[in-house]
C-alpha cells in the first residue's frame, strides 16, 4: 500500500484559498514523504484546455525530478462545465465524455493508471433510472475510447455530494452494468462515515475490484483526527490484498486549513499504522 495525497486542499476546489500553484504543491507534497499525488483537474492546476504541450512536459518533468508519482486523477465536478454525466442536457454529457478521454489521456502522460469516474447527480424532473441510464452510457463509451492508455476508471460512490450513486452497492452495480475490464471500484472514507456505514465493511463488498481509496475522517478532517476506525479499515485492506493507493483527501472543505498541517498530521498518523499493521499481518502468517 502506497500513501498520496490529493491537491484540493492546495487550491483548485472549492475554497480557492490559500492558493499554490502546482509546481509548488508537488514540492512540498513530496517533501513530506508522500509516494503518490493525486492531482485534481480544475484550474489553475491541471484542467486539460489550459495546458499546453510544453506545460504537459514540464509537470511530468517536476513528477519526476521530485520523487513522486502521480497516483491518480480525478475530476472537479460542477461549476461551469458541469461534467455531470447524468445530466439531462446532452450537449453537457458530450463534454463530459470528451472531458474524460482528455484526463485519461493526461493522467497516462504523466505516468498514472488511475482516473476516478463520478456517476453524476438527478436533476429534477429526471427519474434515476433515465439518469443511471445515461451515466451508464457516458461510462462505457470513456471506457472504450480509453483503453488503449491503460488507464482504469474507478467508480466512486459519493453519499455526501450526489444523489445517485451513492454507496458501494451502487457503484459495484454501475461497474457490473458497464462490465469492461478497466471499470472497477473505490470509495471515501468521508462518505462512508457520513452515512453511518462502516468504512471495512466497504474494503469486503468491493474485494478483488477495490483499486484506489479516498482516506479522509469525519467533517473531511486527518485521520485518527475523528470518529473513523481506521485500524480496522487497514486490517481489511490487508486481508484482502490491496494494493493501491491510499490517497488523502482532507483539509479541502472550508477555508481556513492549514494544507501543510494537514498534509503532515495525516502521513504522520497513518503511515506508522499501515507499516504496523502490515508487520502484525506478517507476524501472524509466519505462525500459521
Given at each position: 500500500?502506497?500513501?498520496?495525497?490529493?491537491?484540493?486542499?492546495?487550491?483548485?476546489?472549492?475554497?480557492?484559498?490559500?492558493?499554490?500553484?502546482?509546481?509548488?504543491?508537488?514540492?512540498?507534497?513530496?517533501?513530506?514523504?508522500?509516494?503518490?499525488?493525486?492531482?485534481?483537474?480544475?484550474?489553475?492546476?491541471?484542467?486539460?484546455?489550459?495546458?499546453?504541450?510544453?506545460?504537459?512536459?514540464?509537470?511530468?518533468?517536476?513528477?519526476?525530478?521530485?520523487?513522486?508519482?502521480?497516483?491518480?486523477?480525478?475530476?472537479?465536478?460542477s461549476g461551469g462545465p458541469g461534467n455531470n454525466p447524468a445530466s439531462p442536457n446532452i450537449e453537457e454529457r458530450?463534454?463530459?465524455?470528451?472531458?474524460?478521454?482528455?484526463?485519461?489521456?493526461?493522467?497516462?502522460?504523466?505516468?498514472?493508471?488511475?482516473?476516478?469516474?463520478?456517476?453524476?447527480?438527478?436533476?429534477?424532473?429526471?427519474?434515476?433510472?433515465?439518469?443511471?441510464?445515461?451515466?451508464?452510457?457516458?461510462?462505457?463509451?470513456?471506457?472504450?475510447?480509453?483503453?488503449?492508455?491503460?488507464?482504469?476508471?474507478?467508480?466512486?460512490?459519493?453519499?455526501?455530494?450526489?444523489?445517485?450513486?451513492?454507496?458501494?452497492?451502487?457503484?459495484?452495480?454501475?461497474?457490473?452494468?458497464v462490465n469492461k475490464p478497466n471499470v472497477k471500484l473505490m470509495f471515501d472514507t468521508f462518505h462512508a462515515l457520513?452515512?453511518?456505514?462502516?468504512?471495512?465493511?466497504?474494503?469486503?463488498?468491493?474485494?478483488?475490484?477495490?483499486?484506489?481509496?479516498?482516506?479522509?475522517?469525519?467533517?473531511?478532517?486527518?485521520?485518527?483526527?475523528?470518529?473513523?476506525?481506521?485500524?480496522?479499515?487497514?486490517?481489511?485492506?490487508?486481508?484482502?490484498?490491496?494494493?493501491?493507493?491510499?490517497?488523502?483527501?482532507?483539509?479541502?472543505?472550508?477555508?481556513?486549513?492549514?494544507?501543510?498541517?494537514?498534509?503532515?498530521?495525516?502521513?504522520?498518523?497513518?503511515?506508522?499504522?499501515?507499516?504496523?499493521?502490515?508487520?502484525?499481518?506478517?507476524?501472524?502468517?509466519?505462525?500459521?
Open positions: 500500500m502506497k500513501i498520496s495525497y490529493n491537491t484540493w486542499a492546495y487550491s483548485s476546489f472549492y475554497v480557492w484559498v490559500p492558493a499554490y500553484t502546482l509546481d509548488e504543491t508537488i514540492k512540498r507534497i513530496a517533501g513530506m514523504g508522500y509516494d503518490g499525488i493525486e492531482i485534481g483537474a480544475a484550474a489553475p492546476h491541471a484542467y486539460p484546455p489550459h495546458l499546453s504541450k510544453d506545460r504537459r512536459r514540464r509537470v511530468r518533468e517536476l513528477l519526476d525530478e521530485h520523487g513522486i508519482s502521480l497516483s491518480s486523477m480525478l475530476p472537479a465536478p458530450r463534454a463530459t465524455v470528451e472531458h474524460y478521454v482528455d484526463l485519461a489521456e493526461l493522467t497516462a502522460e504523466w505516468g498514472g493508471k488511475t482516473l476516478i469516474y463520478l456517476p453524476g447527480w438527478i436533476i429534477f424532473g429526471t427519474s434515476r433510472r433515465q439518469a443511471w441510464k445515461w451515466s451508464r452510457e457516458v461510462l462505457t463509451e470513456v471506457a472504450d475510447r480509453i483503453a488503449h492508455t491503460g488507464v482504469t476508471l474507478v467508480i466512486e460512490p459519493t453519499s455526501h455530494d450526489t444523489n445517485l450513486c451513492m454507496h458501494a452497492d451502487d457503484a459495484i452495480e454501475l461497474m457490473e452494468d457520513y452515512s453511518r456505514e462502516v468504512m471495512s465493511d466497504y474494503v469486503y463488498r468491493m474485494g478483488e475490484n477495490l483499486k484506489h481509496v479516498h482516506i479522509s475522517d469525519n467533517d473531511r478532517l486527518p485521520p485518527g483526527s475523528g470518529v473513523g476506525d481506521f485500524p480496522s479499515l487497514i486490517d481489511a485492506l490487508i486481508d484482502t490484498g490491496f494494493d493501491g493507493y491510499l490517497t488523502m483527501e482532507t483539509g479541502f472543505h472550508r477555508r481556513g486549513i492549514e494544507p501543510d498541517e494537514d498534509a503532515r498530521t495525516s502521513i504522520e498518523y497513518l503511515r506508522p499504522l499501515v507499516e504496523s499493521k502490515l508487520a502484525e499481518h506478517a507476524k501472524a502468517s509466519k505462525k500459521e
